[in-house]
């Protein structure tokens, strides 16, 4: 396992949430790696290096300092360190289009070919790139022939290990995932390389989980998995606004449903919608390459789960101005939950933004409460600067607030004394559950109007 010689060098270029948990675990998994997180950002790299470390994950902290200073650093220095890796991971960010061709659904590759260009620069032998970042299918050609460029006679060898992690259980992902993909080229060099990247999974992961592939494939399986998942989200919730309609309750239908081996019960709770910054980015880039091979209807199909999620967030607004009376004018609405998922600070694309931003256009005052989002939530929020008050405490979020919105599943929203709670606020006092996660029937005896999502609403008038 160990090299006699020299410690191998990784590098990875991209300290987001993929690449300081991704190394981090590499790190710890591997002691005979030397691992270097570089980033252009240099606050977060101090972040990094510091105890306030820039991203919450359950267990990141722990795995970090079990690592850092000894085979894990992080740093600004770029040059020196692409010269000196063996492997460099690119794990930087890839969002979506805001300008010219494909803009608001391509990706928008300009960090990457910055970042390929700068490995070209400063490197004095070859290496292995490897692409972390989710990239739309065949990338891998463009930066092969960008690095390649070269005039210093360097090969560099490209190859696909996306990453599946989910946020919210980044750690426990990576430590234990249900698969880690390869792709690569069916070359010599491209079997080798592939070869090096399987060792290092290889410390931790069991063998049947490393899979390999050709480098499309690898590229093309990322934006496919979460095309599938939002697609099960988008599904379930389009039958949540059904089950409003009729009567029936979602959980119900995705439980007997889900009990199907074909259909599986994971992935089929109705919420407001999906967020994070993948899901829409990498459907819409997903319509976008269809759109480039003329596949019409498929790009069509794949728009449609997008769409489904805007108007269940538009649903959830709606319903919460029409039973308050058709006017949340001046009323206290109290967000339970900024951040798109329960165990991450991250609010990229939440639901909470919409529904936050759209209760201000009607002149409501808004009250956020989070207990790791708030201060992602004054950034997305700071155009509303003053209207909006920010609480770490949700009893006093709540505090005379005519209605509670519950936007995100953190476990603790459902431990909360409402029966205190609603003593507090106006009355009739509304909750509204984009999350199910409340116990409605109690909630209902306490005295609120419950609006569950995709279940029937429970109502004193
Ligand atoms: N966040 C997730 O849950 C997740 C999961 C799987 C895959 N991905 C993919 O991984 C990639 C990174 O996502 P993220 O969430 O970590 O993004 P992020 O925005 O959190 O991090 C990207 C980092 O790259 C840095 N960067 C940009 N250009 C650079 C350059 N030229 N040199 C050095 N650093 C540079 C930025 O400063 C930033 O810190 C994206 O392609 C994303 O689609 C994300």
Redesign the pocket.
Known sequence: MSSPNRQKKIMC????????PTMAVIAAQCPDYRVTV????ES?VRAWNSESL??YEPGLHETVKKARGRNLFFT?E?DSNIRDADIIFV?????TKTFGEGAGKA?DLQ??E??AR?IVEASESDKIVVE????PVRTARAMERILNANEKGIHFEVVSN??????GT?IADLLNPDRVLIGSHDTDSGRRACGEIVDIFAHWVSEEKIITSNIWSAELS?LTA?AFLAQRISSINSISALCEKTEADISQVACAMGMDKRIGNKFLKASVGFG???FK??ILNLVYICEHYGLVEVARYWRSVVDINEYQEHRFFQTMVRVMFNTVAGKRIALFGFAFKADTG?T?ESPAIYIARRLLEENAVVVVTDPRALDNARKDLAPYNGAVEYVSDPCTAAKGAHAIAVLTEWEEYARLDYAKIYQTMVHPSFIFDGRNILDHRRLHALGFNVFPTGKPSLKHF
């Open positions: 270029i991209g300290a987001g949430y993929v690449g300081g570089v980033d252009i950002n977060r820039p991203i600004t770029l794990s930087v960010n890839t969002p990706a960090y990457w910055q970042t700068k972390k970042s989710t990239l996306p990453e599946f992690l989910a946020e980044a990322k979460n994070g910054s993948c980015k990498d991250d990229r």
